[in-house]
């Protein structure tokens, strides 16, 4: 191993991490299904670089709020900035050509695909050959598969997949598709990364191997990352700022200190005494 | 061990993306081409060559687009049969009003020109005109595709199925109901121009079977490269991508309308194709009678039972549906010398077809329940133990 990687954790976090500008702001976004509220005016910031969780109890809007911010729900009020500008309605792969890359809390490869062409499929947007050259399999459309099959394999060199490259990914275990998924997402170089639950159920090891990517991924290839997550532990370890959702409202917004001695958070992790 | 990866090694990225990775493959195919091309059209009778070759080839080309449609980008379809026809008319009408490729410049300028007849290295670039017309109708039907696969924007699976068969309907009632398609043939039937390529004549009754045969394999290759190509560059992903996970593709930049759509015009362009082959090639003329909604249904059974989304399977299916009902029949009625001989009655006619259809059909089932994914995947398990063979594991 490269003597850079193996580095401690505190060096690592001040050798390249810079936290800079508002890189997408929500402001008193309002998701209605019906008469049901999901959301209610939530309001909050995701800036350049860093690592941001979203937390809460099951149910609290956390993955309507992902959906919202990718353009899969239309919000009934707020606005949305992101890099600056307030966008009216936006298809999911509009914003996927902006620069926002998705992975799901319940797996959504293309399960008949193997491993190397789920990953190819993320540089969809950064290949341009056109129908005939892809049709002879000649110029443009050979180059460009050729140089994206280079991208894509470090994108597998880096999560560490190579020995499941051409295997069906339906076949795959629970964790190995959680990795192949985020490898999908990072093939698109996104500038931001939504995660919903990227560790759900799985155990130590696996959680602390998608800590580590993530964290690479966030510091190598600078992305930043929303993430939504049950673990805590991991959550305050690694996130630069949390915010807390419960029954579609916000109830805090901070670093994880803050945010872990909130009385109303605590309260809605734990429940209130009401004697 | 008698056919293994192991120590063939790639070290380009180029080698590791061919169509055929092994050398075993590259030979084994070089192999069959040469059958092919070379020795079935030197050994084989004419009734073989008509019958039963020249029949699996264009429908192994119909197989082939259904299966990008169905196949590649799990749109269901039962538009086949309409769109085959769409494509024998079309060629019908571009072949009857544009004889050649002056004509074209005649019909466009208004003036008729002699055009000169160059030969560019030992070809006659204008005695290709039939291929250009082939192409044309493609196109056509193509665009037509396009406009009846418009609903699978809105509708998915079975109710999509549903809205193409629309499209099968329409389209033959159109081609029954309006003479101008026939030219105004007396009887709706119009019967297909000889037309040359290469010197050689290829269409139109006199043609002789050696050459039809040798056109539609040419066409047949190109069409199965053409397929291969695109499913493994970007667009086939896009396709399969939407078929496994619509949201997902659509999440990283995919537009379902792009992929849909041009699913459903590469599709019909392959169709057409074959619909236009039928009609020259085989049955010379051009009739709704040979385009109904059991041929689309024919082809669909040839994508499931040949195995969905593989170039392969379109093959093994084609030949399984279109060589098996009559390979039976050959063998039934090779047994009556026999039967007569022991003293039992012979086979009639009818009895023989009502055989064959129980066998199929029995046959269909057998092949799905052992392999519900196809005669392709059948190959794949077949290979897996040929890897591992003598000492599976």
Redesign the interface.
Known sequence: MAPAEAAPLSERASRARQVGEVLLAVDNITLRFGGVAALTNISFDIRQGEIRAIIGPNGAGKSSMLNVI?G?YHPQEGRITYQGKTRARM???E???RGI??T?QNI??????TTL?NI??????K?H?G?LA????LGR??Q???AH??AV?RIIDFLEIQAIRNQPVGKLPYGLQKRVELG??LA?EPTLLLLDEPMAGMNLEEKEDMCRFILDANEEFGTTIALIEHDMGVVMDISDRVVVLDYGRKLADGSPDVVRGDPAVIDAYLGVSHD | MLYRETGVFHSSYAADQAIFKLPQDRYAIAFWLVVAAVVLPLTVSNYVLTDLLTPFLIMAIAALGLNVLTGYCGQLSLGTGAFMALGGYMTYKLVTALPSASALIGSLTGVELALPDPVILGIRPFDLWFLAILIGAGLITAVVGLVFGLPSLKIKGLYLAVTTLAAQFFLVWLFIKVPWFTNYSPAGIAPAPPRTLLGLQVTGAASPPVNRYLFVLALTCLAALAVKNVTRCKVGRSWMAIRDMDIAAEMIGISPTRAKLSAFAFSSFLIGLAGALWAFVKINSVQTDAYGILVSFQVLFMVIIGGLGTVLGSFLGAAFVILTPILLNIGLTALNPGLQALGLPAFEVAMIKHIEFMIFGALIIFFLIVEPHGLARLWQIAKQKLRTWPFPY
């Not at chain 1, 190819?120 to 947007?125: D, I």
């Open positions: 990718n899969f298809r999911p792969h914003a996927a050509k890359g998705r799901f959504a490869l293309f399960k008949g695909m062409d190819m499929t993320g540089r969809v947007l290949m050959a129908f892809q049709v002879v399999y459309a050979k460009e598969e050729l099959r280079a394999e999908r997402a698109t």
